[in-house]
């Protein structure tokens, strides 16, 4: 991750917008960009939890886990998914170097990242609508509980993610993103991608 | 602070660390259930009771591994432009 | 989820930015209400947390008389039924804990403290800081208003086990239990808004010079408390999930009839559990490293030492969370692991109240009110501890669990962080808030009405504890071992002083108020301290400092031998002022 912060001698910080001749304050890295890295380490413990506790559900279910005589989880359609949120998370990635030289160059990688994430969205839902048509509810078994439970909570992260790489991406079309925060937004998104595979495997496995 | 006296102080930790990690791994390892102890039993099977174990392994070092991470890499940011003051006291 | 990214694009989103653009006039609205300056929001946490512990120290008061004088009509509040009677205690824990507690000491002392501390005129995210205030009064109030929907307030321990806390024909309070859940996971979000703000401030904000060495020990605690926190509460936020769809949405998360387990719960809560008591421990300790160097007129003894090991105490408090299991059923590999670690604990700790006597040792000590209530904070802390190592041994926990004899220990830790601790940081900071002296007379009168009472109250309480006397008890009429004479009297005796030891705080209730505009009026630095707050005028205006300081040294420097002034300022160059 690179300085959002132009540093111009060990000493001396200024800020990229030109607005302030930031004192003579050592910055780690930008404000944004610690927040979020914070935030989610907050977010991976609160995954973690899910995880253990889905861990120790499954070994005191009533029937088995999963349950027989309730619908399998899609683990084929959703291979494909995984992979269409991973290479969103590679297209921001690459985005963020591009835009590091040329400002304009960003939009296409950025813009592919977007969608990409929104397919994931999207594509689950569909998942879901199918899942519960044959049966699999959040009261049918602590099995579908947990599935709801977990994906849908990374879901809201993703859609939340989503919704800050839109309103960049409005920035980015304007020249005036900064990349502060476009790398705070991209800890996020990544945190959001690399997520993703350890539920994948946790849960429908 | 003498040399060897900051050495002895540095010995005694490391003795210290390494005897309360072997006390650990003892005690872990050969537990004894007290025959009084009603309650030592509820795990409902041989799974559960792993299930269990590993959940708190897995919560317990997850966060000190998040924030060594985060340590690392303040670290790194940092080193290069860490730079020593003229001191004015000890 | 955005704020942390979106806040930096705030005009004020970094120090020294706006000097010039905002010392305009501003309205009682936005200068007091929706205000993002920190000391502001400092001041409405603390207000904010002295309110609920008012309610709370009530409630006390109201099951306390219940205890002593079982079915009498409680003045003030009239009989107490036995659903009312778990509510009560149910609620005292949750808001000294929640809502009294962690404001006061993380979010009140953090806001205020840490930029005047580090030299910087705001924190670095002062929206995100308004915003975590405001989500904390929501919570308040949702707590407060499930006291007074259909069937009362939620009554299953502030430790919320299911079953009972997730089944309403259990629990019989459909309504309080939900609220209960919902109140405390925004206060989490809210102190999740505050940590990530503290520890940003600390990490980006400090003042031109100052190195990781020299930031005041209680900077340090607040931000390692903010660390602990936000790294232990993600599991007690899943549970609290997946506990509210239990009793709201009828999933079978904690249900062993439908699957589930109820013992995952404790699980999840201690793992937060357990970490929350040293994040609240460690900003009081911190509190009285600051106070005991500038009476005692000497530098703080090990100052890395005091670091190093509140970071040990830190790494070890992941550790010993499972304590609270031993009697729950938990595998005994585990048992005696967590005993172990448990045990361990209580060094560092040690150690750190050690450092604090040793620098009283030799120093020129001034028994004014806030280094009476920091030296009381050592003495009854260490009762607090070392009863806790019975406790933590799982052998004899499992005879003690449940009994008042936890309950004893667990005051005697809590009460020197919540209380003391407090009273200690609010009469030291008292001028630099307000820029007035707090009457000294006042509050030592104060002082030894709290602590004599304090003792009074809790010592009975480890007797009966150890006589077997169990927890969470409406009334012992019925349990003949437990309702001797002699039993009955130290309940009287122990509800007495707390009587007592309530009507002194009105003492300090008035002396707040009597000193915001009558005390002395202080200075600057009043205590001929080092740290970069006493450089800022008393009360700091917006902005905080006329000329943003630059550090030149560590913030304990009193009494060196080749200075005339027995204190050097963190901020005063080394040739201007030395002799």
């Known amino acids: ?205 | ?90 | 989820m955005a704020h942390p990214i979106t806040e930096q694009q705030a005009p004020h989103g970094h120090a020294d930015a706006h000097h010039d653009d905002h010392h305009h006039e501003q309205s009682f609205w936005s200068k007091y209400v929706f205000s993002v300056d920190h000391k502001i929001i400092g001041m409405q946490y603390m207000f904010t947390g002295m309110f609920m512990a008012i309610i709370g120290g009530f409630f006390a008061y109201a099951f306390r008389m219940q205890l002593a004088f079982p079915g009498m009509s409680v003045p003030g509040w009239g009989h107490v039924s036995p659903a009312e009677y778990n509510s009560l205690v149910t609620n005292h824990g949750t808001i000294m804990i929640f809502w009294v507690a962690m404001p006061v000491l993380i979010a009140a002392f953090g806001n205020f403290l840490i930029p005047l501390m580090l030299g910087c005129d705001d924190m670095v995210f002062p929206r995100l800081n308004r915003l975590s205030y405001q989500i904390f009064l929501l919570s308040a109030i949702v707590l407060l208003a499930s006291f007074v929907v259909e069937n009362g307030g939620f009554g299953g321990a502030w430790t919320a086990y299911p079953p009972l806390s997730a089944k309403a024909e259990y629990s019989l309070t459909p309504l309080g239990s939900t609220l209960w859940v919902i109140a405390v996971a925004l206060e989490f979000v809210a102190f999740l808004m505050g940590g990530i703000n503290f520890i940003t401030t600390m990490m980006n904000s400090r003042a031109p010079g100052m190195k990781m060495w020299d930031i005041p020990v209680v900077v340090w605690m607040i931000v390692l408390a903010s660390i602990l926190f936000m790294l232990s509460v993600g599991p007690l936020i899943a549970g609290a999930i997946m506990l509210l769809f239990d009793q709201t949405i009828g999933t079978g998360f904690f249900d062993p009839a439908r699957g589930g387990d109820p013992v995952l719960w404790q699980h999840l809560f201690w793992f937060f559990g357990h970490p929350e008591v040293y994040v609240v421990l460690l900003p009081a300790i911190g509190i009285v490293c600051e106070i005991v160097p500038i009476f005692a007129r000497k530098k703080l003894f090990a100052y890395k030492t005091v670091l190093f090991t509140a970071f040990a105490t830190g790494v070890l408090s992941f550790f010993v969370w499972a304590h609270h299991q031993f009697i729950a059923g938990i595998d005994p590999r585990m048992a005696n692991v967590f005993t172990v670690t448990t045990v361990m604990i209580s060094v560092p700790l040690a150690e750190m109240m050690f450092v604090i006597v040793a620098t009283l040792y030799g120093g020129q000590i001034t028994l004014s009110v806030p280094m009476l209530w920091a030296l009381s904070f050592i003495g009854e802390f260490i009762i607090g501890g070392i009863t806790g190592i019975f406790l933590g041994a799982s052998g004899s926990d499992i005879y003690f669990h449940d009994t008042y004899f936890v309950l004893a220990h667990f005051h005697y830790t809590f009460f020197p962080i919540a209380i003391i601790g407090v009273y200690a940081g609010l009469t030291h900071w008292y001028p630099k808030m307000f820029g007035r002296m707090l009457n000294e007379t006042l509050g030592k009168i104060h002082f030894w009405g709290t602590i004599i009472p304090f003792n009074m109250i809790f010592i009975p309480l480890f007797l009966l504890g150890l006589a077997g006397q169990h927890r969470r008890i409406w009334s012992y009429v019925n349990f003949p071992e437990l309702a001797s004479p002699e039993m009955q009297n130290l309940r009287v005796f122990a509800t007495v002083s707390l009587v007592i030891m309530l009507l002194f705080q009105l003492v300090f209730i008035f002396n707040f108020f009597w000193s915001l505009t009558r005390g002395k009026k202080a200075g600057r630095n009043p205590y001929n301290a080092n740290t970069l707050e006493w450089v800022a005028p008393s009360p700091p205006g917006h902005g905080n400092f006329a000329e943003m300081p630059t550090v030149y040294r560590g913030p304990y420097e009193y009494s060196r031998p080749d200075r005339d002034e027995d204190f050097w300022p963190q901020n005063v160059p080394a040739e201007s002022s030395s002799s």
Not at chain 1, 74 to 87: D, R
Not at chain 2, 22 to 35: H, I, M, N
Request: hydrophobic residues 50%; positive net charge; contains cysteine.
């Open chain 2, 1 to 90: 602070m003498r040399r060897w006296l900051r050495n002895a102080a540095l010995d005694a930790v490391r003795t210290a660390s390494g005897l309360a990690a072997l006390a650990l791994g003892v005690v872990g390892a050969f537990p004894e259930t007290v025959s009084a102890c009603s309650v030592c039993f509820s795990a409902k099977n041989e799974e559960n009771q792993i299930a269990y174990l590993a959940s708190t392994g897995f919560l317990t070092f997850l966060p000190l591994l998040l924030v060594g991470a985060l340590l690392l890499w303040v670290r790194k940011r940092t080193q290069d432009t860490e730079q020593p003051r003229s001191p004015d006291h000890s």
């Open chain 1, 1 to 205: 991750m690179q300085l959002s912060y132009v540093s111009d001698g060990p000493d001396k910080v200024v800020d990229i917008r030109g607005r302030m001749p930031a004192a003579r304050r050592r910055q780690v890295a930008p404000n944004g960009v610690i927040g979020t890295l914070l935030f989610v380490m907050a977010e991976v413990m609160l995954f973690a939890g899910f995880i253990s506790a889905h861990a120790v559900a499954k070994t005191t279910a009533l029937s088995g886990w999963p349950p027989p005589n309730q619908p399998r989880l899609p683990v084929e359609e959703t291979a494909v998914n995984t992979a269409a949120l991973l290479l969103s998370g590679a297209a921001l990635a690459y985005a963020y170097r591009v835009y590091l030289r040329d400002v304009r160059r960003a939009r296409v990688p950025f813009l592919i990242a977007l969608l990409l994430g929104c397919f994931f969205v999207a594509f689950q839902g569909v998942e879901w609508l199918s899942l519960l048509r044959e049966g699999l509810t959040v009261t049918s078994s602590t099995h579908g509980a947990f599935f709801y439970l977990i994906v849908g909570c990374h879901a809201l992260h993703a859609v939340a993610a989503l919704i800050v790489l839109a309103l960049q991406y409005r920035q980015l079309l304007l020249d005036r993103l900064s990349p502060g925060a476009f790398a705070g937004a991209q800890v996020f998104w990544f945190f959001v991608v690399g997520m993703w595979p350890v539920l994948y495997w946790k849960v429908y496995f």
